[in-house]
DNA sequence: CATGAATGAGCTTTCATTCAT
DNA sequence: CATGAATGAAAGCTCATTCAT
């Protein structure tokens, strides 16, 4: 009963190591720009917007293609968030804080959030398309469950050392200021063109996204600060 | 594109005011419950996911209906926008605040819009859905444009009569603050099946719900008042 | 979760009997037209080799009706089956037989069924599909189980009538007598294509099909008669 | 439709009988593997309805394998329906009768055929296909021609012994008395599903196997004798 | 006013088969 | 010898929409 009657490749990575000839190389390639069509289409499309053959087309190969390398739409749908969930890992790990310094790291941290969501739209609006479908597919896949605990670590280290300062306020929660964090960056970049109509600016220029971040910033220092030094911070 | 297939009955704004007869009576309701349908399936399904024949076999009715009364999917969808920004606006107008009171009053923004994106997710999803589509549809609705702006306005009266008491920190933009709140009760509800995944935790507990209402309420406080009162606050 | 987005027309027998306009008469020819086409499909191609395209255009009609008016290709399959049983039924039902002459009658019932299946392949080829997918649709129709009784029920009245006037054994099967004779039409236009290569010659023949009744006719009195006259029967 | 796209393996009957060597015997241990679920898949799905990739996940090798040992799908089925003729004939070898013994030899055959039919479903199922398709594949096969006379021989032999001891009558024609005692055990065999919708009753029960042997024994006894010794027969 | 019938494009998926190492 | 990769046609089915009374 299971669905692909052609053996599938063994997605990911191999066992032993052997030296990857000309055609397994260009079968990678395949399955790649596969994947990457599918992010791009599923973004702007959504998982019911975005047709396999457009995805095909996007990718220069064939509807038949998927269904080798993926065995279905909503397979590649799932790898495809898992892909996305693992670049925004990686992206996150090449960010080294200082937990010495706390309140620069978190004005680093809420300046990456920032820019990630910015530069990488495909994010938010596949996550968008996850919590319309009711997050039917995160939750069966193992893989993007992984990812999930690295970055609420580290604000947790970024509260600790604060309040170990002195300058933060103790028992913050680490998971409801990345809340915060979080949901001000995506927020802004989800919802930019409802936004836009409804507040009848372009929230896309660059002053509107500085203006944004700044004020974010200032928030959320004073969400953790101890003591608010009304001039500073303020004009941050 | 074209919308007039066959003469439609006169959809929204009446004219001179006559008494409806039976006939009008039973278009009218079969108009509204095609629309409530569509706001129901699109919000669950999406605009894509949303097919005109589920629509209208939720509302009870035929498909052709929806092509008399509204003209096309698209159309629909437009007015089921325009209706859920005519309900948050409605909500929104019924909230009374007291200008006199301005902590108390930003509270009580806070708690309506936290509790609003919660009980109506369809206002949620729709905007998602027209955020996917790129702001597509909202751009050509005058309705729904003259929505936006009473929201803000009641903020910025708050933020001016918290100033004038010496409460609130003088120079606050409205919008900002109203971002804000909108992104943090928003991205809460819009996001919980991948953050629930993310978090491992089930976001739409009561006491997860109140402790992150605590936790913005906090915040935005403490994003605004002039001088934090030490206890007060941080215990909210 | 019913299939039918679009509301099918109330298939079969209409109640309060209006006259029927140009439309319904057209749609009711279509309908007409693609269960009849499917029953040719089919029957040339079984249920697996028979498209829904092929169908359609055996039809000159479009796939989409089809959906239309049965649902899906595994409903118009059901349907095709249906009507193979009312029309053999009903060909069965003009057989008018005298119980008083049992002899005759019992020859004639021999005749008349392998004459249907000779004229009518169809029934043999899709009941052979029907089989192949181990009777899964005709235990879900009530209406093919109707049409069962009556055939077996005739051949019981001829075995009794032929047994009080002495002439068959008593104590007969109906149900034996009628497989028996079943078989034996059935089989010979079943696998008149593997037993012709099989035994070298052309089982359509008229001489073969002649000889072939005869005997049947033979063996199946000679499996009821309670005294055999030895000359008269054999050479039937 | 060209066969040869690579160098076949000498397929069938090997000329000059060499020692295997072990690819050799992996070889054909792979061909006779695909073979089996051929006959498996075909059997039980049709030709059309058996899919190459549902034979090469049965018998857990790669759909090119079926390329690579038998050329197309429809070469796998003309192998297939080959392998059943000589199986069956290969049983029918095995099958000893004593001539001067013609009624119990006759009781032996019908209950061999009875038998076999019962056990060996694709043997049934896979005619059943070939008869669909119009004897296209048999009658290109020179193998399966081979295998037709034997079985009709032997009943010959029987009845002319038969016939010589004055227990049979004289002049009964093998072939008739063949097809009758086939179409008998095939037909209950092959149309089990629909017979036991129509009859309401289950034709799989051992006890409605046995009756129906028993009935289908006297038949062909009364068929075939020259006087019918009134009670032993009768109560078979 | 209202609604069954019709329509064709498009969807996801499976198929048998061939290519290239 | 063996097998992953590729291919395009065709499958069943759903879609939004229009026709015609």
Same mark, same amino acid.
């Given at each position: 009963?299971?669905? $692909? ?5 063994? @997605?990911?990575?191999?066992?032993? &190591? ?7 190389? #260009? ?9 990457? @069509?599918?992010?791009?289409?599923? !973004? ?7 047709? +396999?053959?457009?995805? @095909? ?8 293609? %998927? ?10 749908? +799932?790898? #495809? ?12 790990? *090449?960010?080294?804080?200082? =937990?010495?310094?706390? +309140?620069?790291? /978190? ?30 597919? %995160?939750?069966? $896949?193992?893989? #993007? *469950?992984?990812? $999930?605990?690295?970055?609420?670590? %580290?604000?947790?280290?970024?509260? *600790? $050392?604060?309040?170990? &300062? ?7 929660? !680490?998971?409801?200021?990345? /809340? ?8 802004? &970049? ?15 220029? =660059? ?9 974010? &910033? ?6 953790? /600060? !101890?003591?608010? =030094? ?7």
């Amino acid at each position: 009963m299971s669905r $692909s009657t052609t053996a599938r490749p063994a @997605a990911g990575r191999a066992g032993p &190591q052997r030296k990857p000839g000309v055609r397994e190389r #260009a079968a990678r390639a395949t399955r790649e720009s596969l994947l990457r @069509a599918a992010i791009k289409v599923f !973004a702007r499309h959504g998982l019911d917007g975005g047709s +396999v053959g457009r995805i @095909a087309a996007v990718a220069g190969s064939y509807e038949r293609m %998927i269904y080798y390398y993926f065995g279905s739409k909503e397979a590649l749908f +799932v790898a #495809a968030l898992e892909e996305i969930y693992r670049r925004f890992n990686e992206a996150e790990a *090449r960010l080294h804080l200082d =937990p010495a310094q706390p +309140v620069e790291s /978190l004005r680093a941290v809420v300046h990456f959030m920032f820019g990630y969501y910015r530069r990488h739209p495909e994010f938010v609006a596949l996550l968008n398309s996850e919590n319309l479908h009711r997050g039917r597919h %995160i939750r069966k $896949s193992r893989r #993007a *469950r992984e990812y $999930s605990s690295a970055a609420i670590g %580290i604000l947790d280290e970024l509260l *600790r $050392s604060g309040a170990a &300062q002195g300058l933060f306020r103790p028992g913050l929660s !680490a998971r409801d200021l990345y /809340l915060l964090i979080a949901a001000a960056g995506y927020f802004y &970049q989800s919802n930019r063109f409802t936004l836009s109509a409804f507040l009848g600016e372009n929230l896309e220029a =660059p002053e509107a996204i500085a203006r944004w971040e700044a004020f974010v &910033q200032d928030s959320v220092l004073r969400t953790v /600060l !101890a003591v608010l =030094p009304a001039r500073e911070v303020a004009s941050a």
